[in-house]
Every structure is written in C-alpha cells, then in structure tokens.
C-alpha cells in the first residue's frame, strides 16, 4: 500500500505538471492549438510559475525561438549543437536568457511573445527564480515529517519539479532518435517511448510538421495523451480546441511534405 500511495502521488503531480506544460503553455499559449478561455489565460498566468518552476512567458518565448531555429546554430537547445547530453544545460542556459532578456525589453525577446498580455511572472523579475522548487521542497518535507512518509514527500516534489528531464528528453532525444513522418527543414523525430511518458510531446516530428494542431499523433500505432487531455479540458469548459489546424488524417500510401501552419 505504501508504494502504491507514493505512485499515486508521484502521478498526480506528474501530470498536473504535464498539463501545464504540455496543454496550456505548449498547446494554448504558444501555438494556438488550442484557445484557452480568458480566466483561465489569467490563472495559468498567476499560478503556473508556482507549480511548474518555469515562467509561462519566458518558455513560450523560449520554445517559439527553438520553432524559428530548429536545428540551426541558433536553436536555443539542439542536441547538434553539442550532444544530446549537452541539451539538459543548454535548456537551463537559454531559459535564463530568455527571461532576463525578456525583462531588459530586447527587441527579439519581446517581438517573440507581443501577443502575451501578462508580463514575466514577479519571481522573476525580483530573481527570485528558486522559491517555487524551494517552496515544494518544505512541503515534500512537511509531508514527510507530520506522516513519517518521507518518500511520499519525495514523490510530491519529483513529480511536480520534473520538467527539466522531461524537456530534456524531448529537445534532445526528439531531435536525434526515431523515425519521420514529414520532411521538414529540421531533423525533429518521432520518439514513441518519450511520447508515451510525456504526454504525446515525444512526436516532435509530427509537431514541427504542424505546430498549430492539437494533436500530435499521425499514424494509428501513435497514442497522443495530451490530446486526450485537451478534448477532457474542453468538455470542462476550460478551452477550446482549433479543429481547423489539426494535423491530417493519416494516408499511409502518401509521403507528406512539410505545411507551415503557425
């Protein structure tokens, strides 16, 4: 039973930071895949800086420069431009860019992200950029001492604090390993192993292919979770998805070529 309550821990914070990522920073608020309904524009605004560790402005900037780049020397994090090793700091290095950037009001930075109107999250422009991983610290430590579940405590702030690895994994092995369906001018892959873990964003393939889908899944043998989890958000009033711009329905006879779809 004791593991069991540390896996369903683990899983929920998990996927309450996948969400937030996968669906409403990368879906919503950066490709427009997806139209998230004002308020909640503004409670992901508010919150997500908290419960991801990351700025909702300062990675979509950062994510729309790796789009405008793919694979190029000016990729803010390729795994050609050093090994798929070197993505897991070069992620870290150009966030950090990004964000500062950002706050001095660069041209690039800024033209980037025009159409966001919230600003960088006040963590970060009072540099205060460790207080969320610090604040799930204590209460993985709270949990732990008040239950004498330590590992449960772990299992709270692992799974909330994960986006490092999972990007890590995406831009990198996303980018080196798996076959494509689309030629694009890029070298993204279709990595099943990280689609399924992190909720369909290993079909980086796919997805450069067609930014503005939803959906990132082509071919029948692909199962895209974070669609799922746009179609759950939708019927809870949450958002709207873009039918228009989803990706096309699988024609296994036909070798498609890229369609910018912005």
């Not at 610090?134 to 692992?158: D, E, K, N, R, S």
């Amino acid at each position: 039973m004791y593991w069991f309550v540390c896996f369903i821990v683990f899983l929920a914070a998990y996927m309450l930071n996948s969400v937030y990522i996968s669906v409403f920073y990368h879906r919503g608020l950066c490709h427009r895949a997806v139209t998230l309904k004002p308020w909640m524009v503004r409670f992901v605004a508010a919150t997500g800086n908290w419960l991801t560790g990351l700025d909702p402005k300062g990675w979509i900037c950062m994510h729309r420069l790796h789009h405008t780049h793919a694979d190029t020397a000016a990729d803010p994090h390729s795994p050609h431009n050093g090994g798929i090793l070197s993505v897991f700091f070069a992620q870290h290095r150009a966030y950090e860019r990004v964000l500062v950037g950002l706050h001095r009001g660069e041209a690039k930075y800024v033209a980037a992200v025009a159409d966001l109107d919230f600003p960088v999250h006040w963590l970060n422009t009072k540099r205060l950029w460790l207080l969320p991983l610090v604040a799930h610290l204590v209460v993985g430590l709270i949990i732990g001492y008040t239950t004498g579940f330590w590992l449960v405590g772990a299992c709270y702030t692992a799974g909330l604090m994960c986006h490092p690895i999972q990007g890590w994994l995406v831009n990198s092995l996303g980018h080196a390993h798996g076959p494509r369906n689309f030629e694009t001018p890029d070298d993204s892959r279709n990595n099943q192993w990280v689609a399924l873990f992190i909720l369909g964003e290993g079909y980086q393939n796919n997805h450069h292919a067609y930014p503005a889908s939803a959906q990132f899944a082509y071919k029948p043998t692909e199962f895209d979770l974070g669609y799922s989890l746009c179609r759950m958000c939708e019927r809870m009033g949450l958002l709207t998805i873009n039918q228009a711009t989803l990706i096309p329905k699988y024609r296994p006879s036909e070798r498609r070529t890229k369609r910018d779809a912005a």
